[in-house]
Structures are given as C-alpha cells and as structure tokens.
C-alpha cells in the first residue's frame, strides 16, 4: 500500500507550535456574554462583513476567497483565536449533538479503512471519531489558520494539512475513505465540482466517500407544516437555519445529489434524509 504518510507532508507540529496574530476580534477584551451578545445581535440584523485577516497570518496563500465570509454570522468568521475556539466547542451543542451522534455512527462504518481524509476538519471532531473508531492512518484538511490550530493542538494523532480540498495535493489513489461534516454546503458549486473531481482522484477504486450535511426538510418545509410534522425540534432547526449566514446553502439543497455524484464517478449505496441531517455513503467507481 502507497501510504498518503510517505508522499504528503503532515503540517500538524508546525500548526501546533506556530503562534498565530490575533485578529481584530482578538484584540478586544471581551468576556463570554459579550461575545454571546455580539453574535446574537449580527444574527438579528443579518448584516455580514468580509473577513478581516491580521498582517503576518501564516498560511494565507492557502486561503481561497470563497471562505472569506462571515459564515454562520460569526463576526470575522472561523479567523480568530477566540470566535474558532467558541465555535468548535459549542457546535455539538447547538446542533444537540445529533452531528456528534452521526460521526460516531459513521465513523464506525468505516472502522476497517487504513486511510481516511476528513475534508474540511474545522477543530478535528470527524477525524478524531475516525481515530477513535481504529482507523489507522487519518488525515485532515482545513483552510483557517485558527481552527487547524485547535485540531493540532486537541488531536495528536491527526495528520493535517492546511489547504483546500479542490487542490489536497495527495497522491493518486491514496485513500480508503474520505469524510465531509457540514463541509459541502459551505463551497461555491464550481468548486464543489472541483473537489469532487479530486475527491475520485485520491480515493481508491472501491472506495468510498460520506458527507454529513443539514437536511433540506426544514430548511423548506412551511413552518406550519414543520410544527405539525416534527414538533418544537423541527421549529427549532428551521430557526438556527435560516438564522445563520450560509451563502451557498440554497444551491446545495437544490442540487440533484445523485445525479452530481454520479456525473463524477460516484455510486449512491446509502441515503438517509431525517431532520436535521442528510446524509450519503456513495462508492467511487473502478
């Protein structure tokens, strides 16, 4: 077996020991409760910024534009100390671990797999779920600064790679499975496409790829309707949905998923829509 180990460079020391410059949120002395009402304000107003990157941020080649957005309405986005941290550690809650439940549930399909990518890795939970399913060789691939920081520093198991998952820079064939939580949603669809193409190029013939994603259910479904059909709890994930901003969110949910992943060399095995996730297991073709 060609492993991904002895042709990718593992950046995970680097990341781990790099200091990193605050950003302009940083800079502010600000206790928790501020920080909550900051956000809770800028999701009442609906009003975005572009992200604000400090001078001297390592790693800033690497960092495509499309990402430069205040997503989820978090004030400078996933770039800086303190908002990156915040966000890895309440995520699960917000989502009321239902996400955590999945990647356990996921991860544990794949137990058997020597190598696996987790696209996008944001703090390192998915990857983490996979270590700790027995997967022997897992690797991450996340773009801020900020949140590859934490995953070094949480993870040291974890191999990563700071970067974008249209251009991983691993080698052909290289990975058994490779995993996407709350990743695709996020990426302008000409880049979706381009990280697809990659995606069939790094994974195994027979290999698989699963992405984790919010279900367009209640993103959809008349309020009404999801009050009747699915209670307090579908109310409350229309909420945090339509609450957050999500600039490619519409496009995802209007894609035809299996035509998309088969028009890349991609077979749906397994599908399942439940609010608040959807989820598919699709098997690259030989």
Known sequence: MTSAKSIAVDQAEYWRTVELPDSWIDQYTIKLPRYLLMIFRQLLSGTVSKVQLPENLPGVENIPKYVLQEFHSLPNGNYSKHIAQGYAKSFDATMLNTVKRKRIEMAERFAQAQTALDLGCGGGNMAQALIDAGVDEVWGIEPSPYLIQIAAKNHPKLKLIQGVAEASGLPDSCMDVVSAS??????????????????????????????????????????????KQHGL??????????????????????????????????????????????????????
Request: aromatic residues 16%; contains cysteine.
């Open 233 to 286: 709890r579908g109310l409350y994930f229309r909420i945090v949905s339509s609450h957050v901003f999500d600039p490619f969110v519409k496009a995802w949910h209007k894609k035809d998923l299996r035509k998309w992943l088969d028009s890349h060399g991609f077979d749906v095995i397994e599908e399942d829509d439940k609010i608040p996730l959807r989820t598919m297991i699709c098997q690259r073709r030989a």
């Open 182 to 227: 709350f990743f695709f949603h996020e990426i302008p669809p000409r880049y979706a496409d381009q990280i697809l193409q990659e995606m069939y190029r790094i994974i195994k013939p027979g290999g698989h790829l699963f992405f984790i994603e919010p279900s367009p259910i209640h993103f959809f479904m008349p309020k009404w309707s999801l009050l």
